[in-house]
């Protein structure tokens, strides 16, 4: 299904010279309480060596780099937004992310628990 609306929302960027990507929502209780924790600090960071991070009253936004079509099932590709300090779960949901070319990730409280990924209650 993802195959189809990224072929869907390629071929409409092509004919529009707009640039679009996919966006997945998920709950923030596929977020442990020091991943968090650890958003919350690399908001303040600002720094272009991380994945760039927006917080929320009741979450985050993550913006994702875009692996190269070729390079996305590849390590390189697999680990391009994942960050040193947070757990395997999430570093596994941006592994996740980065391999179905997912452009933005949506942590909220109010989103749906993907029975894919972990969840945590803190």
């Known amino acids: 299904m993802i195959n189809s609306i990224q072929t869907d929302i390629q071929k409409f960027a092509e004919t529009s010279s707009m640039e679009l990507y996919l966006s997945l ?6 977020l442990t309480k020091d991943d968090s924790e650890r958003l919350s600090v690399l908001v303040q960071q600002h720094s272009n060596t991380h994945t760039h991070v927006l917080e929320r009253e009741y979450g985050y936004f993550i913006k994702l780099q875009a692996a190269d079509p070729d390079d996305s099932m590849s390590s390189e590709g697999l680990t391009l937004n994942t960050m040193d300090g947070m757990s395997d779960t999430f570093n596994q949901i941006m592994a996740w992310a980065t391999s179905n070319h997912i452009g933005l990730i949506e942590f909220d409280r109010d989103a749906n628990q993907i029975p894919l990924f972990e969840t945590f209650d803190w």
């Open 25 to 30: 929502a998920l709950s923030t209780s596929h």
